[in-house]
C-alpha cells in the first residue's frame, strides 16, 4: 500500500470516528444512567420493605404548592414527579425521536426498516398477550404496559457484556427503543387521556404553533421555547391530556437546522486560528483578539443545532437526576402486600408473559418477516443470537411501563404491576445479558 492509499484511508477512518461519535457518547450516557437507575430501583425496594417503610408512603405522598390563586397547583411530591419531572424526560424523547429521523438512523429507509419491524412486533404482540389474560374486569386497562422498553436500562445491560458488542447492535437496540418510545407518547396521548377541556388545549395549540414561527423565522435562542414550555405544560396539566406530552410536542418545533455548514465553519475556523496565533507576537491589542474569540464563538454556535444543544445539555440531567428520582418514587413495592402469588393473577400474568414472551416473540418475529420481504438487512457484524438479545433486552420495560402503570392502576392493581414489571424486567436483563454475552465471544 502507498503513502497516499495510507492516507485516504486514515482520513476515512477519521470521518467514521467523527460520525459515529454523537453516536457513541449517547449510548454511554445511556448506558450510565441505566446503572443509576438500577441503584435507585434498589434503594425504592429496600425502603419499601424496610422497618421505615411508612416513611417511603408519607414523603411521596406529601403534598406541595407551586403558584398562586387560581394559577396554583397543589399536588402530591409523587405527582410532581411524575406529572413535572417526567415531562423533561418526554420533551428529552421528543428531541431524540426528532434527530433519529432527520438526521440519524431512522432517516434512511433502509436501516430504519429493521428496528421499525423489530418496534411494531415488539409492542403489538405484548399488547395482544396481556389482552389475552384479561379481557373484561379491573385489569383491562393495562394493555400498554407490556409495549415499553427501557432504553437506559437495555444500553447499561449491553455496556456490561462487555466491549465485544458490536456497535451496530447497540444502534439498532437504540433506535428500536426509540420507536417503541413514540409508540408508547402515542398510548398515552391517546388512550391514557381523561376528560378533555378544549379551552386549555386550543391555548396550548397556539403557543405551539408560535413557537412553530418563530423557528421558521430563525429564532436560534432556546429561552422562548423552554419559557412558553412551561406555560404550555400547564395548559396540557389542565386539559386532560397527560402534561409530559408537552414535551414531545416542545421537542417537535425545536430548531433543527445549522445557519453555517461544515466546510465553511472548518475555513473560517482555520483563518481565525491564524490570526489569533499571530496575536501571540503582540501585533494585536486586546480588543482584537475578544472580537476574534466572539466570532469563534458565534460560527460555533451557529454550526450546531439548537435541538442538538437542547438534548445534549438535558441528557445528563434526564439520566443522573430525573430518571432515578423516578425510580426512587415508584419502584417501592411493600411485599408484605401482595407477595409473589399475584404475579399469577391475570394483571401479574399479563405483564409478566407480555414483557417476556411477547417482546421476544414480537421484536424476533418481525424483525426475521422484514429481511425475508427483502425490505430490511442486519446490520455489519451483527448476527440473528445478537438480534433474539436485544428483543429480551426490549422486554426490559422499567420507566416507561410503571409511568403507564402510574396512569393505568391505583391501589392493589397498581402495586400487582409494579412488582409484575420488577419481576420480567430483572428475569429479561439477567437472560439478554447472558444471551449477547455469548453472541458476542
Known amino acids: 500500500m502507498n503513502s497516499t492509499s495510507r492516507n485516504n484511508s486514515s482520513d476515512e477512518n477519521k470521518t467514521i470516528s467523527l460520525l459515529m461519535k454523537p453516536v457513541q457518547d449517547f449510548i454511554r450516557m445511556e448506558a450510565s444512567g441505566g446503572i443509576l437507575l438500577l441503584a435507585a430501583a434498589t434503594v425504592a425496594l429496600l425502603w419499601a420493605n424496610s422497618p421505615w417503610g411508612a416513611s417511603y408512603q408519607s414523603i411521596f405522598q406529601t403534598k406541595m404548592e ?32 426528532k434527530r433519529e429521523l432527520l438526521t440519524g438512523e431512522l432517516s434512511n429507509p433502509k436501516k430504519a426498516a429493521l428496528p421499525i419491524a423489530a418496534a411494531l412486533g415488539g409492542m403489538i404482540l405484548p399488547a395482544g398477550l396481556y389482552a389475552i389474560f384479561n379481557l373484561s374486569g379491573d385489569g383491562a386497562a393495562g394493555w400498554g404496559i407490556p409495549m415499553a422498553t427501557d432504553i437506559a436500562f437495555a444500553l447499561g445491560i449491553l455496556a456490561l457484556a462487555g466491549p465485544r458488542v458490536p456497535l451496530a447492535l447497540k444502534v439498532f437496540l437504540t433506535a428500536f427503543a426509540i420507536i417503541d418510545d413514540l409508540g408508547a407518547v402515542l398510548v398515552i396521548a391517546f388512550f391514557y387521556t381523561s376528560k378533555l377541556s378544549v379551552g386549555y388545549l386550543l391555548w396550548a395549540a397556539g403557543l405551539l404553533i408560535f413557537l412553530g414561527l418563530i423557528s421558521k ?67 494585536f491589542e486586546d480588543e482584537e483578539r475578544e472580537t476574534i474569540l466572539h466570532r469563534l464563538e458565534v460560527i460555533t454556535n451557529h454550526a450546531q443545532t439548537p435541538l442538538l444543544r437542547l438534548e445534549h445539555a438535558l441528557h445528563p440531567w434526564v439520566g443522573f437526576a430525573v430518571m432515578p428520582i423516578f425510580a426512587l418514587a415508584n419502584a417501592g413495592v411493600n411485599l408484605s402486600g401482595i407477595g409473589f402469588g399475584s404475579l399469577f393473577t391475570p394483571v401479574g400474568l399479563g405483564i409478566v408473559i407480555g414483557l417476556i414472551v411477547g417482546k421476544q416473540l414480537g421484536v424476533l418475529s418481525f424483525a426475521w418477516l422484514a429481511k425475508k420481504l427483502n425490505i430490511a438487512s442486519l446490520p455489519e457484524g451483527v448476527s440473528w443470537r445478537h438480534i ?28 400487582v404491576a409494579k ?9 429479561n436483563g439477567i437472560a439478554g445479558f447472558l444471551l449477547i454475552r455469548s453472541a458476542s465471544k
Open 388 to 415: 433474539y438479545g436485544a428483543a429480551v433486552l426490549g422486554g426490559v420495560g422499567f420507566t416507561m411501563s410503571l409511568f403507564i402503570n402510574g396512569l393505568a392502576f391505583e391501589g392493589q392493581l397498581n402495586e
Open 217 to 283: 423565522l430563525g429564532n436560534r435562542s432556546l429561552l422562548p421555547y423552554l419559557l412558553l414550555g412551561i406555560v404550555i405544560w400547564y395548559l396540557f396539566l389542565k386539559s386532560g391530556i397527560h402534561a409530559t406530552i408537552a414535551g414531545v410536542l416542545l421537542a417537535a418545533v425545536i430548531p433543527h437546522r445549522k445557519l453555517i455548514s461544515d466546510k465553511k465553519l472548518s475555513t473560517e475556523m482555520s483563518a481565525l486560528s491564524k490570526k489569533y496565533s499571530l496575536s501571540k507576537d503582540d501585533q
Open 419 to 427: 412488582l409484575a414489571i420488577l419481576t420480567a424486567s430483572a428475569l
Open 66 to 97: 407551586v403558584g398562586y390563586g387560581n394559577f396554583g397547583l397543589n399536588k402530591p411530591l409523587i405527582l410532581w414527579i411524575n406529572d413535572g419531572l417526567m415531562a423533561i424526560f418526554f420533551l428529552l424523547v421528543g428531541l431524540e425521536i
